[in-house]
């Protein structure tokens, strides 16, 4: 059974960096196929997808936030690191991260979400 | 960049059929994928590749896309299907495209 548990801050200042770990369990980062993704949703608004990262290191990045965004595996933890500079009031949202078996292009098992409120 | 459209809300009464829209330029020809949201909760994967169930997911939930819309249908509507409903595909310009959701109010 695949599950993902997002932890980190709940709440930053604005102009700081977010930092978010997506822990793994049920598969490993270095199988092939394996993929997790992040997406995120601002209270009562849709669904936003932010970044992915596979097994072999390969990233994709949202167009309109990749120059504030990065994403790592930490293999050895079997965790994934979402990472987002220059926080701003409207980055509040819950933060998900995601299962997708590469190149299937859907999201099939999610972690709970974290709430991140952006608040100086 | 992609767009897909869903209405915001749809209500149905419980026993009826619920039809859930997602439109989009020719998205028929991609693979669409579909989300329900109850709150407080994360999302949930009923319909990926348009039309295929992941299991544990009732036979009541189908879908459909052709031409221009894609199309997520609720049969035999219970209480529980309350929630947001989301459309999703992959484009190979803006990558993981998500509609605006539909909430659906069973009457």
């Known amino acids: 059974q695949i599950t993902l548990k997002e932890s980190g801050p709940t709440v930053v200042k604005p102009t700081q960096t977010l930092t978010l770990t997506c822990a793994c369990s049920?598969?490993?980062?270095?199988?092939?196929?394996?993929?997790v993704g992040w997406i995120r949703q601002p209270p009562g608004k849709a669904l936003e997808w932010l970044a992915v990262?596979?097994?072999?290191?390969?990233?994709r990045y949202s167009a309109s936030l990749k120059t504030r965004l990065t994403v790592t595996k930490d293999t050895s933890k079997n965790q994934v690191v979402l990472r987002m500079t220059n926080m701003d009031p409207v980055d509040t949202a819950t933060y998900y991260c995601?299962?997708?078996?590469?190149?299937?292009?859907?999201?099939?098992?999610w972690g709970q979400g974290t709430l991140v409120t952006v608040s100086s | 960049s992609y767009e897909l459209t869903q209405p915001p809300s749809v209500s149905v009464a419980p026993g009826e059929t619920a039809r859930l829209t997602c439109g989009g330029n020719?998205?028929?020809?991609?693979?669409v994928h579909w989300f329900q949201q109850k709150p407080g909760q994360a999302p949930v994967l009923v319909i990926y590749?348009?039309?295929e169930r992941p299991s544990g997911i009732p036979e009541r939930f189908s879908g459909s896309n052709s031409w221009n819309t894609a199309t997520l249908t609720i049969s035999r509507v219970e209480a529980g299907d309350e929630a947001e409903y989301y459309c999703?595909?992959?484009?190979?310009?803006?990558?993981?495209?998500f509609g605006g959701g539909t909430k659906v109010t069973v009457l």
């Open positions: 995601a299962h997708e078996y590469s190149g299937s292009y859907y999201f099939d098992s």
């Open positions: 049920g598969f490993s980062l270095t199988t092939s196929g394996a993929g």
């Open positions: 990262i596979y097994w072999d290191d390969d990233k």
């Open positions: 020719n998205i028929g020809s991609k693979s």
């Open positions: 590749y348009d039309t």
């Open positions: 999703q595909v992959w484009d190979s310009i803006s990558e993981y495209v």
